[in-house]
């Protein structure tokens, strides 16, 4: 089976950094024997092995019913309660949603109007199901969406049809969500109680949502298992990554900006930015994570990626394999001057504009470091996920913060009480 790799271009030696590649390994050593800060969260270490597969099979039966008998899943929960399961859904079924029958639509991830209104309005005489998600059971995004959601279903379905159609995820004993669970004896997945919010995505609070929409989560899980074993070795694609980074970070780049040249990924950059920007923004530290779509953004952020502040490099994900479906039409008239490109594949325009750019950024002196994945399917999206949650909490100990507490966001949440 193909792996995923990881390449470099204009870093010279930094890659090969003997110091960044030690302070890795040390990382590795802590997070193995859980000896690091925030040991309390390694669950998400083993999970692709040690998955409860008793709830696993209950996910993937409560996936089938709402299959059949929904025409929406509202997802309700914010950062790493949503993140994962909204780009996990994004990268198979694309932007569009095309490819499932059950549409998943996420609330309680701001606290605007118009958005909650243009919902209500795609819901309105559909079939719904809701799957609200939230660790402590008491984050007010999704606790204000859930109270209205809750309200205007109730007019619509009875006490007993209502039961059935939400199902909560949330922690195993504590907070409201958990106290309202058992009291209207709704379904009810658990967090692990060793698994931090962005570190969830292969925990019921992604996988439920995930399934839903059609996507193979056994396949997912296995192409994770099989990331655990390959990124444990002393010299691997994940540890020469995550030493590439912390050296680039000493050398003075503070921004990580995660690229891609699909925009079916654009939402695993969002995921990728909570991940990095929470483990480790802190103590004054941490790389800054960004995120662009090309081509799209070569044609805004491309200038000031290739001639701004030499503060930044790129991370970018590369498929190795890609569909040849489109192809640039003849014409005619060729009032654009293209039929040289006719019968060309859209994959193919995009392959060159990725290698134009490597070689412009190169001569920008843009550090480039390259992931590439076989192809985009579930197995490789399961590998995927866990090559970064490996690299980012390798990187939080390289840099000398806890990969696993979120002081900063708890600092939001009691303000917004506060002030309330
Ligand atoms: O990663 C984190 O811990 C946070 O971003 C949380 O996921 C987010 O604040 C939501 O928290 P909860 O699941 O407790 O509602």
Redesign the pocket.
Same mark, same amino acid.
């Not at 929960?77 to 309660?81: D, K, N, R, T």
């Given at each position: 089976m193909k792996k995923i790799k990881c390449c470099f271009n204009g870093l010279g030696s930094l890659p090969m950094s003997k110091e960044a590649f030690s302070r890795v390994l040390d990382s590795a050593k802590k997070l193995e024997d859980a000896s690091g800060e925030g040991n309390e969260y390694l669950g998400w270490l083993n999970l692709p092995i040690n998955y409860n597969k008793e709830e696993f099979n209950q996910i993937i039966s409560v996936a089938n019913e709402i299959k059949e008998k929904a025409d929406v899943l509202l997802v309700i &929960?914010? +950062? +790493? /309660?949503y993140l994962g399961a909204r780009c996990a859904i994004e990268s198979q079924n694309g932007v569009f949603q095309t490819k499932s029958k059950v549409k998943v639509y996420f609330l309680g991830i701001n606290l605007d109007s118009d958005y909650f209104e243009e919902i209500l309005n795609i819901i309105k005489d559909k079939s719904v199901y809701v799957n609200v998600?939230? $660790? /402590? +059971?008491?984050?007010l995004e999704?606790a204000i969406a859930f109270r209205i959601i809750k309200e205007m279903l109730s007019n619509e379905y009875s006490t007993l049809e209502l039961k059935d159609r939400i199902i909560v995820t949330t922690d195993k004993e504590k907070g409201a969500l958990k106290r309202m669970s058992e009291k209207e004896g709704y379904r009810t997945f658990i967090?692990p109680d060793d698994v &931090? &919010?962005?570190y /969830?995505v292969l925990t019921s609070v992604g996988l439920l949502p995930i399934a839903v929409s059609g996507i193979d989560i056994n396949q997912m899980m296995s192409g994770a298992r099989e990331a655990v074993k390959i990124f444990s070795s002393d010299d691997n694609d994940c540890y020469r990554y995550t030493s590439a980074r912390v050296a680039l970070y000493e050398k003075g780049y503070n921004t990580e900006v995660f690229t891609n040249y699909n925009p079916r990924f654009t939402q695993f950059s969002e995921w990728l930015k909570?991940l990095f920007g929470?483990s480790e923004g802190k103590d004054g530290k941490g790389l800054f994570p960004a995120s662009m779509t090309f081509t799209t953004d070569l044609h805004s952020l491309g200038q000031y990626v290739q001639d701004g502040s030499k503060i930044l490099f790129k991370t970018e994900l590369e498929f190795e394999e890609v569909s040849q479906n489109i192809k640039v039409p003849f014409s005619k008239d060729n009032h654009d001057k293209l039929n040289n490109l006719s019968g060309k594949s859209l994959s193919y325009l995009n392959e060159i504009a990725q290698e134009a750019v490597y070689i412009a950024h190169k001569k920008g002196d843009v550090p480039q470091i390259m992931i590439k994945i076989p192809e985009n399917n579930p197995y490789y999206l399961g590998m995927l996920f866990y090559f970064f949650e490996k690299a980012c909490a390798l990187s939080a100990y390289a840099i000398g913060v806890n990969p696993f507490d979120?002081l900063g966001?708890e600092e939001y $949440?009691k303000q917004m009480k506060n002030l309330l």
């Open positions: &929960g914010i +950062g +790493g /309660s998600i939230s $660790k /402590s +059971g008491t984050t999704p967090v &931090g &919010g962005r /969830s909570q929470e979120q966001v $949440k």
